[in-house]
Every structure is written in structure tokens, then in C-alpha cells.
């Protein structure tokens, strides 16, 4: 008996070295190719954070990140609105060459089918994808049915899975979709969607404000869900609409089963976890409710600080934390009343958003685009504060060059070595846009043309860069704008303004008017 149990012994020593053996050997595979998590949050300025500045709205999970991975200075969105950016981040390409700009919860699908994509790009070079949250990039044709099967969408350009709100939180429509096809959709009480005339017997926020939880400053007083006024209208699908104050709950259950789930997969995992907060309207839910002495905004900024906290914790339970890759960041900087009142101008105090730059969401100053930018990879990256210049139209090439992909966007540029902390440099330059105007960064340099229009939008008290001269400023040594040092530097200036219409293109003046609706 006791040579049985020898020899049962022996076998047990001989296999757990031999699985011992393969799992270092699958470590080092997986390793090559590391799950992603690309965290993308929505209207979060740069001094938002704790790492960045923020004093009295505490982000211990943010800043978690931040100081023990690589917090970038220089780290942009591609744009200082929504659509565009998400376009460049997903597609590699710079938005103003689809003419992009921010959509309405009814528009088509913006990405072609047919192009080349992040998720794309990871799927073939054998991730798993997925995407949850927000997408706002368009979905099916001008004359979709939401009540059928939904196409194209996020699953047609990449994504094996999909949980997305349509647009916006303050957009219609108020459902969730998977995959194509809207949650909890009754066929009795299908979905209307109409971005210009209202149907026959709905209220709205502009003619029943007896019935709203939240008033409307400007735009944002069209069909009324849950007490909330939207942009659009909207008619049935009862049984479908989310509930506000929970969708980040909702959001991130998707986020920590798609984890648990994926994680016991040989296949690494390409997630987009698209968070809501801090865009309007800004709803936290109960547990969260005067947690920042804020008001609404600063709740749900800490709400979204803890989501962070939740997704780490289901990332170390799953065993992954060494072997994913994240990337946290905002599609654009940001803005205070942005269409409800909801005290983010009146209990702001000394909180400062934009971390001392200049303009906000919508502005072709550097708080519209200069976004948190935080990668974080237990064991790889080193903690490190960068300067490198970094934008979200970068991870195209960079994570095709992390997974051996030789597929290629055509504005995207391969700074990985700086994302990973291996160079202190990333791009050289970088064309920015805003509301279809667009500025050149280059080095410490941003050349921001002349355009005509109003200096100031009064709805959002936000500067919005236009100008009847053309404005030059050194970043590095005035990060707030305050020093035009165009005609001090004429030479300087005219060699950008040459080098940023030989990229951009003569058409450059031709913009879209601003409307906030």
C-alpha cells in the first residue's frame, strides 16, 4: 500500500512540474499578446483626477493607476467632441476626414464596414472583443427599424459582443442594445424615433415641466424619460427604457461578467468599457448621492472612481492583473452646465476640471482635447509621469505593434514604447479638431488659426478658440494660453501654419456653426 501511495506520489510531483512546465511556457505566450481594457470615459477633464491636480474631489482609484502606471501630461483625445474622437480611437483615422461630428441618437452608422479598425485589427490577430458602455458612432441606415435586428453596428466592425446605449445618456433613444437588438424590447409597444417633429399626445420637457425630476437649461426638452428631459423624441418601448440612476451598476456587471467569463479562455481579450460619467444628464445613483459636495457632477465622477475600483478587483480575482494591459482615458475635456441645471457651476468651489489649461468641451484650446491619459500593466510598466505627445488615434499602430498585427490605419502612429514606458517621446505632431476646426500641435508648440465666429459660447461658458488673428503658444512654458506669441515668432509661425495645410488641406476654413441642442 505504501509503494501504491509512492507511486501516486511520484506521478502527482511528475505532473504538477509538467503543468508547471506549460503554464510558464503559456505565460510567456499570453504575455506576447496581454489582454486590453480600453476605459473610456466621457466629458472627464484632465484635472478631474486626483493625479492631475483635483484637491477636493476624491479619485483614489484613478490615481491608483495613475502612480503605479504611466500618467501622461500629453495625452490627447483626437477631438474635443464625442463622435469624433470615439471615430479616431476606433477607426485609427482622423475625424476630419469623414467630416465627423457629434450625432444624433437616430443617425446611421459612421464607421464603413469595409474599413479597417482597432477591434478589427485585435480580432484578427486573435482577441476576443468587446465593447460596453456608450458608442455614439451611428448605428444600421437612415430608415432603421428599432423594433428589428439593428445593422450595421459595433458587431460589424469589429466587435464579437456588444451591450451599447445608441448615443447619449440625454439622447434618445433611452433602451440598451445587444448586440443589435434592443433589451427587453416588447413587439406590442414598439419603438418610434424622431429627431424633429414629436408624436401626437407625448409630452415634453419645454411644455410639461410639472412632470420633470431635472430642469433643462438649454436644448434637452424634447420627450420626457424618467422624469428627465432628451434630445429627441421618443414613443414606446416602456418595458425597454434603462433606469438612469443605475446604468452604471448595470454597465459594469457586464464589464466584470465579460471578465470573469473571458478570462478562463486561452484567447486574450480586447474589452472597450465605455463609461457614461461625468457626461449630462448626471445621475448617480442613491449610494453616491452628495458624496463630493459637488453636486451631481462630482458624484458621479466619484461614482466612476469606483467603478475603476470594482473592474481592478474583478481583474485580481480573475487572476489577470499581469497579464492585461489598461488604458484609461476621456473622449474630449470638461464642460460645467452642458443642458440641466444641476449645481456644477454653483458647487464647483475651487475644483478646476481643466487642471489649469485653457477652454473646456467644444474649444480648440487645449482643455477640449488634453484629456487624462493613464496606462497601467502590472509587472511591465514602470510607474512614470510622461510628456510624451500621445493620442487616442494612436493605439491602432501601437497595439498592432504589441500583438505583431501588420495591419494599418492611415493617421495612426506606433507609440508604444512610450505608452509601455520604454521612450519618453510619442508622435512629433498632431492635427486637433473642434466642432470641425482644427489646430496643429507640434513639440511644445499648438498653432490655432484664425476663424470666424463667436469667441464665447454663452450656453456652456466656454471659449471656443475663434479669433480673427492666428494664435501661437508654447504649452510648456504657458500651458494656460494666456501669451500669444504669434508675431513675436513670425517665422515659427508661418513654418507650422505651412506644415499643418500641406496635412490638413487648403479647406480647412470650411467649418460647421456650433449647435448645441
Known amino acids: 500500500m505504501k509503494r501504491i501511495n509512492y507511486y501516486l506520489l511520484a506521478c502527482i510531483s511528475l505532473i504538477g512540474l509538467s503543468c508547471q512546465k506549460n503554464t510558464s511556457t503559456a505565460t510567456k505566450e499570453v504575455t506576447s499578446k496581454p489582454n486590453i481594457i480600453f476605459v473610456y470615459l466621457d466629458d472627464l477633464g484632465y484635472g478631474d483626477i486626483g493625479a492631475n491636480g483635483a484637491k477636493n474631489l476624491n479619485t483614489p482609484n484613478f490615481d491608483a493607476l495613475a502612480n503605479g502606471g504611466i500618467n501622461f501630461s500629453n495625452g490627447y483625445a483626437s477631438s474635443a467632441t464625442c463622435t469624433p474622437s470615439r471615430y479616431a480611437a476606433f477607426t485609427g483615422q482622423y ?33 476576443n472583443t468587446a465593447i460596453i458602455g456608450k458608442w455614439h458612432l451611428g448605428l444600421g441606415t437612415h430608415d432603421k ?21 445608441a448615443a447619449t445618456q440625454d439622447r434618445v433613444p433611452t433602451v440598451y442594445i445587444e448586440n443589435g437588438d434592443v433589451v427587453n424590447l416588447d413587439p406590442n409597444d414598439p419603438i418610434e424615433i424622431n429627431y424633429k417633429k414629436n408624436f401626437k399626445g407625448q409630452p415634453t420637457g419645454k411644455d410639461n415641466p410639472e412632470l420633470l425630476t431635472m430642469k433643462w437649461h438649454h436644448g434637452h426638452n424634447s420627450s420626457i424619460v424618467n422624469g428627465i428631459p432628451r434630445i429627441g423624441f421618443m414613443k414606446g418601448g416602456q418595458a425597454a427604457l434603462w433606469s438612469d440612476v443605475d ?57 466612476a472612481d469606483w467603478c475603476i475600483g470594482e473592474l481592478m478587483k474583478t481583474i485580481r480575482e480573475a487572476g489577470i492583473e499581469e497579464n492585461t494591459l489598461i488604458v484609461i482615458s476621456s473622449d474630449n475635456g470638461p464642460v460645467l452646465n452642458d443642458g440641466y441645471y444641476d449645481d456644477a457651476v454653483e458647487k464647483l468651489g475651487d475644483h478646476d476640471p481643466s487642471g489649469g489649461l485653457r477652454g473646456g468641451k467644444y474649444s ?39 500583438v505583431g498585427s501588420d495591419m494599418k490605419s492611415q493617421d495612426s502612429e506606433n507609440v508604444l514604447d512610450a505608452l509601455v514606458g520604454k521612450s ?20 511644445d508648440f499648438v498653432l490655432i488659426p484664425s476663424y470666424k465666429g463667436p469667441k ?46 500641406a496635412k490638413r488641406g487648403a479647406n480647412y476654413k470650411k467649418t460647421s456653426k456650433l449647435e448645441l441642442k
Open 95 to 127: 475625424p476630419w476626414r469623414k467630416n465627423a461630428k457629434i450625432l444624433p441618437g437616430s443617425a446611421p452608422m459612421l464607421i464603413d464596414t469595409a474599413q479597417v479598425t482597432l477591434p478589427k485589427m485585435l480580432q484578427a490577430a486573435g482577441y
Open 364 to 402: 480648440l484650446y487645449d482643455a477640449g482635447a488634453h484629456v487624462p491619459f493613464i496606462t497601467y500593466w502590472k509587472g511591465q510598466i514602470q510607474p512614470a509621469k510622461s510628456e510624451a505627445l500621445v493620442c487616442q488615434m494612436d493605439l491602432f499602430a501601437s497595439f498592432a505593434a504589441l
Open 247 to 303: 446604468m452604471a451598476d448595470h454597465f459594469l456587471g457586464k464589464v466584470k461578467t465579460y471578465i470573469k467569463e473571458k478570462s478562463k479562455e486561452e484567447k486574450p481579450f480586447f474589452l472597450t468599457y465605455t463609461m457614461q460619467q461625468p457626461h449630462v444628464p448626471r445621475t448617480p445613483h442613491p449610494r453616491f448621492v452628495g458624496k463630493s459636495g459637488m453636486g451631481p457632477r462630482g458624484d458621479v465622477i466619484v461614482e
Open 456 to 501: 464665447l459660447n454663452t450656453k456652456v461658458d466656454i471659449e471656443l478658440g475663434n479669433s480673427n488673428e492666428i494664435a501661437l503658444y508654447n504649452l510648456k512654458e504657458d500651458p494656460a494660453q494666456q501669451n500669444n506669441i504669434a508675431k513675436a515668432n513670425p517665422e515659427l509661425t508661418a513654418s507650422l501654419l505651412k506644415e499643418f495645410e
Open 424 to 443: 519618453k517621446e510619442g508622435r512629433e505632431s498632431l492635427i486637433l479638431e473642434a466642432t470641425t476646426r482644427t489646430s496643429y500641435r507640434k513639440g
Open 145 to 165: 427599424d428599432w423594433n428589428q435586428h439593428i445593422s450595421p453596428g459595433p458587431n460589424e466592425v469589429g466587435f464579437d459582443q456588444s451591450y451599447i446605449m
